[in-house]
């Protein structure tokens, strides 16, 4: 592989290019410095089949349309920022630019620029979660997912890990809260199915009936406005269907039990009607008969 540019720098690690120390900096701020500092860096044309994604990559679906229109760009004028690289056992690990390895496969490149540091398992995961949120906004699932992660890994309180991604803790705590959404929801989510407005409102309804919901809002393409009406028209059926009965009054039990004797059917007494069922035609023209709506048969 051919180097295209010296610098004896980095061959020694990040202290070479950070000073002393660098290694326990802020992560987003060597990025910074590397990507501008590329052009005095040692750059390096690595095989594109000795390449894979950072395996800590918190991004699980790539936009084809943008990807589609920086591998145009890349067809007309290369790569210029290098990918960030790290070695590993085989090959290389991305550090930074996977959007940028992805679009130069996809335009058939052999080989690609990337500039090699030296980074530890935790910086990677630090690394790949910042760049996304910085450079490329991760969905919210992946965003929460990408926290979890860091968490877990890391030894990380929500409040530590807020102050490294330069979020809130409050957002941290909320984000991380949609885990606990049903994992279908969360995969329409991951799949650019329904977006996040799309879902906060299910969440807040029995889950079968979130899920038909959920798959009809992608079948009729509903926008977040026709979800959230859906969901507050289940709302009051439901309020509806749980209201406490009012006990009914006595006089009205009294009326009903006169009336039933004497038509010897079910009848229902209320404020406004009175209600007189009848099982068939036959059973409707006896109560006619005593009523005297009609005359008695003589048959």
Request: charged residues 30%; proline residues 4%.
């Amino acid at each position: 592989m051919a180097k295209t540019k010296k610098n004896s720098g980095l061959g020694k690690g990040l202290d070479a290019i950070f000073g002393d120390g660098a290694t326990g900096g802020d992560l987003q701020s060597m990025i910074n410095a590397i990507d501008n500092n590329a052009e005095s860096l040692t750059q390096e044309q690595i095989p594109v089949t000795d390449i894979r994604p950072n395996p800590y990559q918190p991004r699980k679906h790539f936009d084809e349309e943008k990807l589609e229109e920086l591998a145009q760009s890349i067809r007309e004028h290369g790569i210029f920022q290098p990918l960030i690289l790290k070695k590993s056992i085989q090959g290389y690990d991305i550090v930074a630019g996977e959007r940028r390895y992805r679009a130069a496969c996809m335009v058939g490149l052999e080989t690609v620029p990337a500039i090699l540091v030296e980074f530890t398992d935790d910086q990677m995961l630090e690394i790949a979660l910042l760049e996304n949120i910085q450079r490329e906004d991760l969905n919210a699932i992946e965003e929460a997912q990408a926290y979890q992660t860091m968490m877990q890994k890391l030894h990380l309180t929500q409040e530590e890990l807020a102050k490294r991604v330069g979020k809130s803790r409050a957002h941290v705590a909320n984000t991380v809260r949609l885990l606990k959404m049903p994992e279908q929801l969360q995969n329409y989510v991951l799949d650019g199915k329904l977006t996040m407005g799309h879902i906060r409102p299910l969440i807040t309804i029995d889950t079968d009936k979130a899920l038909d919901l959920a798959q009809k809002a992608i079948d009729e393409k509903m926008s977040v406005r026709q979800v959230e009406d859906k969901v507050k028209g289940i709302k009051l059926q439901e309020a509806k269907a749980n209201k406490p009965k009012q006990p009914q009054p006595k006089e009205y039990t009294y009326v009903e039990g006169l009336l039933r004797k004497k038509y010897r059917t079910k009848i229902k007494v209320d404020e406004k009607s009175i209600t007189i069922k009848y099982t068939n035609t036959d059973d409707l023209n006896r109560i006619l008969e005593l009523m005297g709506v009609i005359e008695e048969s003589n048959e």
